[in-house]
């Protein structure tokens, strides 16, 4: 086997952007390269591992030997190692053998830059290059008008171990099978984005894809690079966003992924009051070194730029802001003015927001964060950490809380709901009902619900019509969209056969009509960040549990009324009041008879009366159909 030819692919400009934190495309210097030397073909590996004595790549080639292929480290003390050898070409298997200096330790890492991993349980790296063409142009010339912040946004959150399997095989769906199943569904359902629970390589299933050893392969467990880049492509083909769940807050320790990379604390932060997090038991990234920022922010551009996702979903911001996350008094460090805040995390944060919007400005990047850290959806110029959008952790505990609540009871937490409006225009907030609320005994959403059966299905409907017309966009975890009764499994398939069964039929009904009324219905989206796009017309009556407001669009003619009634008791000639004259016509009522609901009180074409009521000068009588949502626009 030929030895290691001397090459390099870093010009000393990229090595001093690397160093200085600020090279957003470390993957196409990094990793394994198929390329050509002098006429002859072969691939170009380069690793950074500044604190070894030698690094060798090593593989089936050479017997897993760690002499054989040793790289050469450069002269300019950037600590990357790097070189060429022949007759290596795609499909084969490495990792790198790195001799520490430190301690003489001897570890056996995976390619942080691999595009592709062995199936876990397997760990090694795989030399791969794909010639995928790409058929989405069109997609991307439009995506600005689908990622805006006023355009509607509900988006599917999709974990591709469990939204469905062949059962036949008991095997997992593939990325090509996906790209018919998932891709016709999410369509059928009027779903904008689909959201992926992490694709990125990971070595253990329990943990859903949230501890991360291959940043930059989508795991094998469902196919080839080639073929997840054909389901983002199917997806755009029928205009829905992808959305990437990204996790740069903490990794796994497995002996071949980033942690103690090189004998020392490379990737991760050495004080373990920084750098260890004790709720997931993983290593923290060291936000305050260049190199590790140039990592991260490469990372994020690589999905952008070599897989066309449409934004991405930042995990456990909160965890990064603070320092005494999950710690006790004395398990922490302030900072250098004395605080809680981790200032190179949020500076780390302003960046990659920075540098993302400046190279994909028609992409979105959204923040799961959970405290009242002001400003994460704020632009960096304004003092903001920059991200399109924050999970609006508020609203979804107050809402689930209250709707557990037998009916009866909820007059006397009306604030529950109402609270809501009073921050919700701080941030641009996503409305999520994820993953997180259906497991660990929190039982199923509709297991959530009070009730017998019908009630529990009418909580639902009208928690969901609440949902989709309250201000922010959209997030539903699979599942929740058909009422799935028991909590989520990640070892199994979703219940479909649920579907055999008229209430689940009529939640899923129910949830792609309310995703077309927010589709269609400007006043839903056109403002859903502003307060000008939302009034009140009552929130007092909480004897009747009943909350009525008005969605505003640019333009009057697109206003909708919405009336919710928290309670199974019919209303009628229950009066509200409006801003002016005319006629209205009722447009949804989740009590259909096609959402599973009773059918029995409808609103025809109401004309105003020319009485004050609620000091406006007009009103009208309504009836109010039990645990529903209807919504009124005038004619």
Not at 306 to 317: F, K, L, T
Request: proline share 5%; net charge negative.
């Amino acid at each position: 086997m030929a030895k290691v030819i001397p090459h390099s692919l870093f010009t000393d400009f990229d090595v001093n952007l690397f160093k200085s934190g600020k090279h957003y495309k470390l993957y196409e210097k990094f990793g394994s390269h198929i390329t050509t030397i002098n006429g002859e073909e072969g691939t170009y590996f380069a690793v950074w591992a500044p604190s070894a004595k030698s690094v060798s790549v090593i593989g089936d080639f050479n017997f897993w030997k760690g002499n054989e292929h040793k790289l050469n480290v450069r002269w300019d003390e950037s600590g990357i190692w790097e070189g060429f050898i022949p007759n290596l070409g795609k499909g084969t298997t490495y990792k790198y053998k790195i001799e520490s200096n430190h301690n003489n330790i001897v570890t056996e890492k995976a390619d942080p830059y691999a595009k592709r991993n062995e199936h876990p349980p397997k760990t090694a790296s795989i030399v791969w290059e794909d010639n995928y063409k790409w058929k989405d142009s069109k997609w991307l010339k439009k995506r600005k008008k689908y990622n805006a912040l006023d355009a509607p946004y509900s988006v599917y959150e999709v974990h591709l171990g469990s939204w469905k399997k062949h059962l036949e095989e008991n095997r997992f769906l593939s990325y090509v099978e996906l790209a018919d199943q998932l891709v016709d569904y999410v369509k059928e359902m009027n779903f904008t984005h689909v959201e992926f629970m992490p694709i990125m390589e990971f070595p253990y299933d329990p943990s859903w894809g949230y501890q991360i050893t291959g940043y930059f392969a989508p795991t094998s467990r469902f196919g080839y690079p080639e073929e997840f880049k054909l389901l983002v492509d199917a997806f755009h083909k029928n205009d829905i966003g992808i959305i990437l769940d990204w996790v740069p807050s903490h990794f796994p320790e497995d002996a071949h992924g980033l942690g103690f990379f090189d004998g020392t604390c490379l990737y991760e932060h050495p004080d373990k009051r920084k750098g260890y997090h004790p709720d997931w038991k993983s290593l923290i990234f060291n936000y305050g070194r260049n190199e590790v920022k140039s990592f991260l922010i490469s990372n994020a551009f690589y999905w952008f730029d070599q897989y066309h996702a449409d934004a991405i979903r930042v995990d456990a911001v909160a965890s990064m802001l603070f320092l005494d996350y999950s710690r006790n008094e004395g398990e922490w460090e302030p900072n250098i003015y004395g605080g809680r805040e981790n200032l190179d995390a949020i500076a780390f944060m302003k960046e990659l927001n920075e540098a993302i919007y400046g190279a994909f400005p028609d992409v979105q990047t959204i923040a799961e964060e959970s405290t009242s850290f002001p400003g994460v959806s704020k632009p960096v110029f304004l003092g903001g950490l920059g991200f399109g959008m924050k999970w609006m952790m508020g609203w979804m505990h107050d809402t689930l809380d209250y709707f557990a609540k037998e009916p009866v009871y909820r007059k006397h937490h009306q604030n529950d709901l109402t609270f809501s409006m009073t921050y919700a225009f701080t941030e641009n907030f996503m409305l999520p009902l994820s993953h997180d609320e259906v497991v660990y005994g929190k039982k199923s959403i509709l297991n959530k619900m009070p009730g017998d059966e019908w009630q529990k299905f009418a909580n639902l409907r009208v928690m969901y019509s609440y949902m989709f017309t309250h201000p922010g966009t959209k997030l539903l975890f699979q599942g929740n969209e058909f009422a799935q009764s028991e909590e989520w499994n990640f070892q199994e398939s979703l219940d479909w056969h649920l579907l055999e069964y008229k209430p689940h039929i009529g939640i899923k009904n129910l949830i792609r009509d309310l995703n077309l009324l927010y589709k269609t219905e400007p006043a839903l989206s056109q403002k859903q960040f502003s307060q000008d796009g939302f009034e009140w017309i009552d929130y007092n009556d909480a004897e009747n549990s009943v909350l009525a407001y008005i969605r505003k669009g640019n333009k009057p003619k697109d206003n909708l009324i919405i009336v919710c009634n928290m309670t199974p008791q019919p209303r009628e000639n229950y009066r509200i009041g409006l801003p002016k004259k005319g006629t209205l016509k009722q447009i949804f009522n989740s009590d259909d008879k096609q959402y599973f609901g009773s059918g029995d009180f409808n609103n025809k074409t109401i004309i105003t009366e020319a009485k004050k009521w609620q000091s406006r000068t007009h009103s009208i009588e309504l009836t109010l159909p039990p645990l529903a949502m209807i919504a009124l626009k005038y004619s």
